[in-house]
Structure formats: structure tokens, C-alpha cells
């Protein structure tokens, strides 16, 4: 096409603050965010930075000020608040209308997930957003367009891109490794590799489109377990208007109509730390992080990384290119989202310095064709007369064959969309398309009038996702009798499940939901829920038993395998609910009560101390773990996943703390590995990435596809691990006492591992300790006087895991990380390592600090998968999925009793050792040998017996 001389134009961009939601509401959320005109200002809810202001093109307050009408739309009750007409009037008019002068035209909408981008971009009820009141608008337009000489042809597509792969959502076929994106070096833009366009005529049939790909991503949503939220969907209209003139001759104007939804862009670091082995490689975060690179780049005027990612080369148009783009920040206005909502705020601010020479896309009609077909006809030419691959020095044979395939899989592609192009060009073409799309709207808007009958009538589930826009979009109705829920792997299947489900978790006959009617009209109908040997159903959180069968009430919800989630409805009979006080039950729902039935109570009615940001990261990951664990079983990978909640202190956080992790377990080598939440969900995503791989048979090294294989999400490698902590009061250190003894080693679990001796001596500068004169009778005597202390870390006693042990602690004056020598022989658990701190001047801070606080010491040591850890193999074997087994601490120091093996010799020795050395009584070591000598475990000795023997041998003495 010829384009008209472009002007530049910079991207414009809006910000939004939607209202608090229930979450914000629940946590008694502050209010961080103001408007003046077009300036939006952030506030810092600590007071620790400055108010934080910037200028947009628009800056729309929705945050209050509004009233909700009969219909349910919010309309303004004051001048303030910004309704979704006012939004639409400045944005999605300003789109439409360049789409009618035929400028290319994009609109994205970003922020964290739950800002309210959705709202903007699509609402809900009455209160439609931008893309569908768009949608109405254009083809109201058309249908005024009383111009008999102008023709207009509008094509709908609509993408979704996740991990790196791009799916086709009007298309119930899913392609391995997803679709290409090709480059047209000749037109310098991307293009999708067999992406499916639809002619359409009205609103209808692009909304019954769009519903359709709205169905299409939950499903495939729901069978890999994706995050919806961490997938960015673009609806593509492709606007022609075939424009006949006076002379007969006939122009062609071009529009191509981007909506780009992009997924989340919350922080990783929000639910944990960053995880360091998979986060820069993760394809769930590439497109994001590539973008963000991308904006940055056109912000400086530098050359922009477009190709490193799926979704940048498809906005490669959009953002400094022929296009004229709108951005929409969707803001949250709460002060426990701040550092998010600034994040935000800084990539609208560097998103706006971004200019575009967009032109208008206009050419006749027939020349256009004509170059299209002259152009294929070239590329079939060289495609039969063999690709030249170019300059081949130094490449192997293979190399050569693999470059030629490459090359001829571009050029095959530029042919078809090449094709494709006349076939939209052609009028004929054109109208026989659209009237197969008019046949099967007619057909399918039968269906969909049947469905919303037989919903208010007949018994059946419907989804539940963690996306509430994917909710209720998938709904099986049960039939009377035997409704089998089960897996079908294949189309060729001969046995079809009445509800089929697709997942690793599901069996073939998972479960059945019988549906037997009443004995007359007045009897109600009973459903009785069962599920097959070894298939996982929940029922209201609880796991149901296989040979006990459930009844299923109005209301009730009901988990398929590990992530199939639906919820029942009746109605037939609707006041059969367990508890008619429940409304608007969700996802978040279903998953608190299963977090409930699993030990985590995340409600208050269980008087729980689990605090909020602990309840949502529960929620978040425990169906994940649960997933984790059934990858691994299908991979042969012998790992268990776990939520644990660690206390603060075992966290290296504030005793009143606590941190969520996973605990990574090797079935095989009993050692066990704690994931913060960050590099867990980038495992899951890597896990999700090889089944994703191995369920489209995905066997083969094909260079030409882009996403990265890392390595494997179930290895963990060799580093140190923590064994537990130890504190030590500090208290006599503010009259020049010495502290000097030993601590407990304390597990997360709260169990003891062993002890550790360490001193604390007061000194001069040289190092030379202190003596007793040196002694103050009151702390405040060491006001303004310098404090020097000689730390010695001395002696472990009674640990286990030996390899290559060390104590790391903080200094508490430079803040730096100390870490001793590390020590691996059992019979000599001793370092003697020393280290000075220096406290140029005592103020009342610093004996508050001896007062109240403690010395935190964390025990590490080296862990391999390698190496076999036979306690914590012996410990899952009893029922405990735990990495270690309490041990006791007696005072002889500087030896590691044995360890316990499954070799009953070995066992015997190491109970006659603990009692050798005054871990363990007479009784305890009777009980030790006669549960060895029935094959079961020695009880492990306790503390207070190893105390209790160490008195009797004293008084003895």
C-alpha cells in the first residue's frame, strides 16, 4: 500500500483509579491516589518519599462520586466522577475515527492485575467499556453510510499469548508449540502464521465471536491450569472500505483496529522474593519484561528489542510505527498496592514520550491485487526452484539443511498471507465467507437461546475460575442417571465421559453424579456424588472417599482432580442449599474453604491469625503445589510440593511474622528444598510448559521455535540449606558481662537439631577481653562510651547433617552478613571462629537494643540430591513430610551421635550410643530396642530425658 506522508504523533495515554474492591475494603484500605485536571497524584503511604505527581492526556477519576441506576450503571452524581461514555467519547470515538480515515489504531489497556483494566477495556452489564460500545459504534456507522460507492468489509481475529505461545481463540484447534509469528521483510511488519479471520456484518456476530474466544481460553485455561491473568488477549479488526469513484476505478482504505488486553503486570516480588534460577528466563514474564524494554527504548529515542518477545513483535506497529496508539493505565487507589500503582504510573509516564508516524493506508483496489498476485507469484517461483540459503562457509551440511527449512517455512508463510490478502481483497470471496459466518451465527444463536432456558431449568455445573470474567462460561447439564465425569484423551475416544474433562489429575472414570428424580412431583430430586479409587473429589473443600458416595446440594462446590472447579446449581430445587445465607460464591471461596480443610485456616470464623497478605498467598499457591505434585507423578519425578507456613524468625523476619513457602521434597534422597513463592510459580509455570510439551507430542528439537528450554523445574542444585536458628539474649551485654553458652538449634517446625555454642566478650580495641572490674552496676554508665565485643562462635553438638557446616549471622553495627568457616568432620563440630564488632558510642537506642532484642544465628549446610538423607527418608516413611526428626543435646560436646539407618545393626548402635552418652534412660533405650526389633522406628530421644539423665548421673556423682 501507498501510504500518505506520515506526521508524528505521540502515543496517548490515560490513567484510571477504579474504586476500592472487597479485598481493600476487608483491609481497611487508605486512599493513596488524588487528580487535579490531567495530573495524577501518588501518595507514599509511609511518608518515607515524597508525593509523586505526572501529567497524562487524560486522567480519569472513578473512584467515587458516582450513583448506580435501575440498570446497574454507575452514572456521575457530581462533575467528577468519569463514567464509561465519558471514557469511551476520548478514547474509543478518537479510535474509531481514525479507523474511518484509515490510520492504523490501537488501544492496550495495562496495569496490575484486578486494576480494572477488563472494566475499561470490556465493563460488565450495562455498563459496557470501550471495545464493545466501539464495536456498536462502527457498525452503526455502517449501516448509516448511505454511500452506494463505498463498499465496507470488516474481518475479526482474536489472539491470546502465554508463556510465549500464541493461540488462535476462534479456533477449537489447538496447533503444537502454538502459532508462528513471521516477519514480511518487504511490508516490515509481523504476522501471525495462520491465524483465522472471520468476515462479520454487525455487533452480534463479532460479540458471538468473541464469546466463542472467550470459551475457547477457558477451556484450554482450565486444562493446563494457566493463569488467565498472566495472558494477554488482542482482538484485531481489519477495517476495509472499497471505495468506487466517479471514473470507475476503485480504492481500497485500510485500517487495521488493535484492542490489546495485556495480562498482569504485578511485581513477581509481591508474593515472594525473586526467584533467582528461572525468573530472567521465564517466558510467563518475557513478553512484559520485553515490552517494559521496549517503551523504554522509544522513550530514549533507541533502537527497541521488538523481537525478543511474541508480543512486542506484534505491537512492533503500534509503538513507533505506523499506527496511531492510546494507552489506558487501570490505577488501584489502595495504599497496600502502592509500589505496584507507582510502577504502573512510571510505564504510562515513559509510554507517553513514545511517537508514531502513522499514515493513511489507501491504494487502487486493482493494483493493489495485481502487486499481491505479481508477489506470490515470485515467491512460488523461488520456492520451486530451491531457497538459496546464502553464504555457507563453515556450517556443516546439517546446519545448511536446517537454515534452507527455516527459510522455506518464512516464505511459505508470506505466500498464505499473501493469499489471504486477495481473498479479503475479493468481493466475491468476501460475501461467501460472510454468509457461512451468518449460517452458523443462526445455528449456534439457536444453541445459545436453548442453554439460557435450559439454565434456569435443568441441574448443572458451572466453572469457577480465578479470572471472574472466565467464570460461568463453561456449563455441563446433567442428565437422569449416570452422569460420568472422566477423561477423553482423544477425538477417536469410543467411550466418551458424559462431562469430559481434560488433565493430568483426571481418570478415565473419575467420578459420577447420579441424578435420580423424585418418587412423585412433590418429592425432591436426590444427586449422589461418587468418584472412582484413587481419583481426587472435593466436595466443599473436603476430599470425598471412593466407597462412601456424597450427596450434591444447590450451591454445593465440587473439585474434579486438581484444578477442575465448578460449582452445582438446582434449579429445580434452589432451597435445598447447605447454607442459604451464601451469595455470590467464587473462586476465591471454593479455594479458602479447601485452604481450611487442608490446616490453613484463612477465615475468620476459624480464629485464625493468618493475616491478610498471608490468606491471599495461601490461596495463590496451594492449588498450585497440589498441581505440582501431579506433574511430577506424570513425569516420574519422585517430588512431593507442600505449603509451609515458616515463623518469622526461622524466615530470618520478625518473630511476629511469617512467610508462606513450598517445600520441595525428593522422594528418593529425603532432602527437601524450601521455595520462596517467586521461584516456585516460576517452576510451576516451567513444569506447566513440559506437559503443555508432552501433550502435543512435542518430541522433536525444531530450532525454529523461539521458547526456551530451560532446565529441569523439578532439580534443585547443590547449595546450602538451613538446618535451623539459634538466639541468644543479649541482655548482660549492656552491664560488660560475658555471654557464654549454648542455644538450641530450632527447625521451622519448631523441633530441636542440635545446639551451638557462642560467647560474647566484652574487650579493648586491641581484642584483649575485659575483666571483672571492668563490670558497670547500671546499664546507663555506658552511655557515650565505646563498646567493643569479641564474637566466638565455638562448638555444634549432636547434629546430624554435618556437610560442610556453618553459622551465618548479622553484625549488628555494619549490617553485613557473617558467615564462618565451614567444618564437615562428626567427631570435631568446632569452629572457634571469631569476630569482632565495634560500637563507637553507646546511646539509649543501643541498650533498648540489648534489652529487647537477640542475637539470630542461622546453622546451614550443604545439600545435594546426590547425597541421601536417610532421617528425612525414614521420616516420610512414618507419616511425617518433613525434612528432619527432633534430636537431643547433652553436654558432651563436639560429637555427632550416629545416624539413624534403616540397617537394624546400625539402629542398635545408635540407640546404645545415646545411651552411652547420657541422651538417653534405661526405659527409653528398652523402648528404642523393642521397636526395632518388631521392624518399627526407635523413638528419637527428647530433651527433657536427656536432662532427666543428666541429674540422676550428678546426683549418682
Not at 184 to 189: D, I, P, Q, S
Not at 811 to 838: A, G, M, Q
Request: aromatic content about 8%.
Amino acid at each position: 500500500m501507498a501510504p500518505s506522508a506520515p506526521a508524528e504523533e505521540n502515543v496517548k495515554v490515560a490513567v484510571r483509579v477504579r474504586p476500592f474492591n472487597q479485598r481493600e475494603r476487608d483491609r481497611n484500605a487508605k486512599l493513596i491516589i488524588s487528580m487535579d485536571g490531567n495530573r495524577t497524584i501518588i501518595r507514599d503511604p509511609e511518608g518515607k518519599n515524597p508525593d509523586k505527581s505526572f501529567t497524562f492526556d487524560y486522567s480519569y477519576w472513578s473512584h467515587d462520586g458516582y450513583v448506580e441506576q435501575e440498570d446497574k450503571y454507575l452514572a456521575p452524581a457530581g462533575p467528577r466522577y468519569v463514567d464509561q461514555k465519558a471514557v469511551f467519547d476520548d478514547l474509543g470515538q478518537t479510535v474509531l475515527e481514525n479507523a474511518y480515515n484509515g490510520f492504523n489504531t490501537s488501544l492496550f489497556a495495562y496495569g496490575q492485575t484486578g486494576s480494572g483494566k477488563s472494566y475499561s477495556m470490556v465493563g460488565y452489564g450495562a455498563n459496557k467499556g470501550i471495545v464493545p460500545i466501539s464495536f456498536e459504534a462502527l457498525f452503526k456507522h455502517i449501516s448509516e453510510n448511505s454511500d452506494s460507492n463505498v463498499k465496507h468489509h470488516v474481518t475479526f481475529s482474536m489472539l491470546e499469548i502465554y508463556m510465549e505461545q500464541v493461540t488462535d481463540l476462534c479456533s477449537k484447534v489447538r496447533v503444537a508449540k502454538g502459532l508462528k509469528v513471521r516477519e514480511n521483510v518487504k511490508l516490515g511488519r509481523f504476522f501471525v502464521e495462520g491465524l483465522s479471520k472471520h468476515p462479520v456484518s454487525s455487533y452480534e456476530e463479532i460479540n458471538r465471536k468473541m464469546e466463542e474466544g472467550t470459551s475457547n481460553r477457558t477451556i484450554a485455561a482450565t486444562n493446563m491450569n494457566a493463569t488467565s491473568s498472566r495472558a494477554h488477549t488482542v482482538v484485531t479488526l481489519q477495517y476495509d472500505q472499497i471505495i468506487t469513484g466517479d471514473d470507475g476505478r476503485k480504492t481500497t482504505r485500510t485500517s487495521e483496529i488493535n484492542l490489546v488486553d495485556l495480562a498482569g503486570s504485578e511485581r513477581v516480588s509481591a508474593t515472594g522474593a525473586v526467584g533467582a534460577r528461572f525468573r530472567e528466563g521465564a517466558q510467563i514474564n518475557k513478553s512484559l519484561s520485553t515490552l517494559g524494554n521496549v517503551i523504554s527504548a522509544l522513550a530514549q529515542g533507541k533502537k527497541a528489542p521488538f523481537r525478543d518477545s511474541q508480543l512486542t513483535k506484534l505491537l512492533a506497529n503500534s509503538l513507533g510505527g505506523n499506527s496511531k496508539t492510546i494507552m489506558v493505565a487501570a490505577l488501584s487507589p489502595a495504599d497496600i498496592n502502592y509500589q505496584e500503582t507507582l510502577s504502573t504510573l512510571r510505564y504510562a509516564d515513559s509510554a507517553k514520550q513514545i511517537k508514531n508516524k502513522a499514515a493513511v493506508n489507501e491504494s487502487a483496489t486493482d493494483k493493489l491485487i495485481r502487486e499481491l498476485r505479481e508477489e506470490n507469484e515470485k515467491l512460488k517461483a523461488f520456492l520451486e526452484g530451491g531457497v538459496n540459503v546464502g553464504d555457507t562457509a563453515g556450517m556443516t551440511q546439517a546446519e545448511i539443511e536446517k537454515l534452507r527449512k527455516q527459510l522455506e517455512a518464512e516464505l511459505q508463510a508470506q505466500l498464505a498471507e499473501s493469499e489471504a490478502n486477495i481473498q479479503r481483497m475479493s468481493e466475491a470471496e468476501f460475501e461467501r465467507r460472510l454468509e457461512e459466518i451468518k449460517k452458523s451465527y443462526e445455528q449456534n444463536k439457536g444453541q445459545e437461546d436453548e442453554k439460557t432456558v435450559r439454565v434456569k431449568t435443568t441441574p448443572h455445573l458451572v466453572n469457577l475460575n480465578e479470572d471472574p470474567s472466565l467464570s460461568g462460561v463453561v456449563c455441563h447439564f446433567l442428565h437422569i442417571g449416570d452422569n460420568v465425569v472422566g477423561l477423553r484423551e482423544t477425538e477417536a475416544d469410543t467411550v466418551v465421559p458424559d462431562i469430559p474433562l481434560a488433565h493430568i489429575s483426571i481418570q478415565h472414570r473419575h467420578a459420577t453424579i447420579t441424578y435420580r428424580k423424585g418418587e412423585d412431583e412433590n418429592a425432591p430430586s436426590r444427586f449422589i456424588l461418587s468418584c472412582g479409587e484413587n481419583c481426587t473429589v472435593l466436595l466443599n473443600g473436603k476430599a470425598i472417599n471412593s466407597e462412601f458416595p456424597s450427596e450434591l446440594y444447590h450451591n454445593d462446590r465440587v473439585m474434579f482432580g486438581t484444578n477442575h472447579l465448578f460449582l452445582f446449581k438446582n434449579p429445580t430445587n434452589p432451597q435445598s442449599a447447605r447454607d442459604e445465607t451464601l451469595e455470590n460464591i467464587d473462586w476465591s471461596f471454593a479455594q479458602s474453604e479447601i485452604a481450611d480443610a487442608r490446616g490453613f485456616s484463612t477465615t475468620n470464623k476459624s480464629g485464625s491469625n493468618i493475616d491478610d497478605d498471608l490468606r491471599d498467598q495461601i490461596l495463590k499457591l496451594l492449588p498450585m503445589t497440589s498441581e505440582a505434585t501431579a506433574i511430577a507423578e506424570q513425569f516420574g519425578k519422585k517430588r512431593v510440593f507442600e505449603l509451609v507456613i515458616m515463623s518469622g524468625l526461622s524466615a530470618g523476619l520478625a518473630a511476629d511474622e511469617a512467610k508462606v513457602v513450598v517445600k520441595m521434597t525428593n522422594l528418593e534422597t529425603g532432602n527437601a528444598w524450601m521455595l520462596n513463592a517467586a521461584d516456585f510459580i516460576d517452576r510451576r509455570f516451567e513444569m506447566q510448559a513440559m506437559l503443555r510439551r508432552f501433550q502435543e507430542g512435542d518430541t522433536s528439537d525444531d530450532d525454529d521455535d523461539e521458547s526456551s528450554q530451560n532446565e529441569d523445574p523439578f532439580f534443585h542444585p547443590p547449595g546450602f540449606v538451613n538446618v535451623g536458628y539459634c538466639t541468644w539474649f543479649l541482655n548482660c551485654l549492656q552491664y560488660r558481662i560475658e555471654l557464654d553458652e549454648k542455644a538450641q538449634i530450632v527447625d521451622y517446625k519448631g523441633r530441636s537439631e542440635g545446639q551451638v555454642k557462642l560467647s560474647i566478650y566484652c574487650c579493648d580495641e586491641s581484642g584483649n577481653v575485659l575483666d571483672e572490674d571492668d563490670i558497670v552496676e547500671e546499664a546507663d554508665e555506658l552511655l557515650g562510651e565505646p563498646l567493643n565485643l569479641k564474637l566466638t562462635v565455638h562448638n555444634a553438638y549432636h547434629i546430624r547433617r554435618v556437610k560442610r557446616l556453618r553459622v551465618r549471622f548479622t553484625d549488628p553495627v555494619t549490617l553485613d552478613t557473617i558467615v564462618t568457616n565451614e567444618i564437615d568432620n562428626p567427631k570435631n563440630l568446632t569452629w572457634d571462629y571469631v569476630h569482632y564488632i565495634s560500637i563507637p558510642e553507646i546511646d539509649q537506642a543501643w541498650l533498648e537494643y540489648f534489652e529487647k532484642e537477640s542475637l539470630l544465628c542461622f546453622v546451614e549446610c550443604w545439600q545435594s540430591d546426590s547425597d541421601t538423607n536417610v532421617r528425612a527418608i525414614e521420616g516420610n516413611r512414618n507419616g511425617e513430610n518433613t525434612a528432619g526428626t527432633s534430636s537431643s543435646a547433652s553436654e558432651t560436646p563436639n560429637v555427632a551421635p550416629a545416624s539413624r539407618t534403616t540397617n537394624l545393626a546400625e539402629e542398635l548402635m545408635a540407640a546404645y550410643q545415646d545411651f552411652r552418652e547420657n541422651r538417653r534412660g534405661g526405659a527409653s533405650l528398652a523402648a528404642a530396642l523393642e521397636n526395632l526389633l518388631h521392624n518399627q522406628p526407635a523413638p528419637p530421644p527428647t530433651n527433657e530425658e536427656a536432662e532427666e539423665v543428666k541429674e540422676k548421673n550428678e546426683e549418682i556423682k
